[in-house]
T-cell receptor
Framework: NAGVTQTPKFRILKIGQSMTLQCTQD?????MYWYRQDPGMGLKLIYY???????DKGEVPNGYNVSRSTTEDFPLRLELAAPSQTSVYFC???????????FGPGTRLTVL | DQQVKQNSPSLSVQEGRISILNCDYT??????FLWYKKYPAEGPTFLIS?????DKNEDGRFTVFLNKSAKHLSLHIVPSQPGDSAVYFC?????????????FGTGTLLAVQP
C-alpha cells in the first residue's frame, strides 16, 4: 500500500493564481482531512470529509475549497492565491471510528 | 485560543538518557490523545496514543502519561537514541463527535546528542 500520496511536492504560485493540491489514499478510509502547517505552529485543520460527497469546514477554511467525489481522492483547491497561503499542506486519512490519522508527505506551497 | 499547548519549543538530551516531552490542554471534552513524530520534509507519523480512561500507555521505549486533573500529558522516551531527533506533536480529539478531528500543539523539537 502506498498509504496517503500528495502531489505536487513543491509549488510556487503568483498572487491571484489558482491551483489544486491532489491527495489520494489507498487504505479505503472513509475520513480524510486537509491541514496546513505554518513555521513554528501546529497543524491547523482546513477541511475534512467523512465520506464521498460529504465535506465540512475546519478551523481555517477561508480561501480554500474541497470536493470528495470518490473514497480515494480529496483535492484541495486554492482559487485566488495570497501570500498568507504560503505554508506546508498535509493531507491525512483515518478509518471511521479510528482516532489515528495517517498523513501524506506534504506539499510546500509558496505564494509570491 | 490554543487548546493544546506544548510550551517547550525545543529539548536537547544525551543519547541513552530519558527524554520527557510535555503537553497541556484546556478542553475537558478531549477524550483521546496522540503523539506524532515528524522528520523534516516528511508528514507526521503516529507514535503512541492514550485514552482518557487510562493514565499510562507503554510501547517499547515510549510511554505516555495522562493526568486528567491537571489536564497534562507527557511522553517519555527511554533510552533516547539519535534517530529520535525530530519534532514531536501532541494532539487531542473527542471534541468533534464522530469525525475524529484532531487539535495539534505547536510541537517540540527534540535533539538527541550522540
Amino acid at each position: 500500500n502506498a498509504g496517503v500520496t500528495q502531489t505536487p511536492k513543491f509549488r510556487i504560485l503568483k498572487i491571484g493564481q489558482s491551483m489544486t493540491l491532489q491527495c489520494t489514499q489507498d487504505m479505503n478510509h472513509n475520513y480524510m482531512y486537509w491541514y496546513r502547517q505554518d513555521p513554528g505552529m501546529g497543524l491547523k485543520l482546513i477541511y475534512y470529509s467523512v465520506g464521498a460527497g460529504i465535506t465540512d469546514k475546519g478551523e481555517v477554511p477561508n480561501g480554500y475549497n474541497v470536493s470528495r467525489s470518490t473514497t480515494e481522492d480529496f483535492p484541495l483547491r486554492l482559487e485566488l492565491a495570497a501570500p498568507s497561503q504560503t505554508s506546508v499542506y498535509f493531507c491525512a486519512s483515518s478509518r471511521q471510528g479510528g482516532n489515528e490519522q495517517f498523513f501524506g508527505p506534504g506539499t510546500r506551497l509558496t505564494v509570491l | 485560543d490554543q487548546q493544546v499547548k506544548q510550551n517547550s519549543p525545543s529539548l536537547s538530551v544525551q543519547e541513552g538518557r530519558i527524554s520527557i516531552l510535555n503537553c497541556d490542554y484546556t478542553n475537558s471534552m478531549f477524550d483521546y490523545f496522540l503523539w506524532y513524530k515528524k522528520y523534516p520534509a516528511e508528514g507526521p507519523t503516529f507514535l503512541i496514543s492514550i485514552s482518557s480512561i487510562k493514565d499510562k500507555n507503554e510501547d517499547g521505549r515510549f510511554t505516555v502519561f495522562l493526568n486528567k486533573s491537571a489536564k497534562h500529558l507527557s511522553l517519555h522516551i527511554v533510552p533516547s537514541q539519535p534517530g529520535d531527533s525530530a519534532v514531536y506533536f501532541c494532539a487531542a480529539s473527542g471534541y468533534g463527535g464522530a469525525t475524529n478531528k484532531l487539535i495539534f500543539g505547536t510541537g517540540t523539537l527534540l535533539a538527541v546528542q550522540p
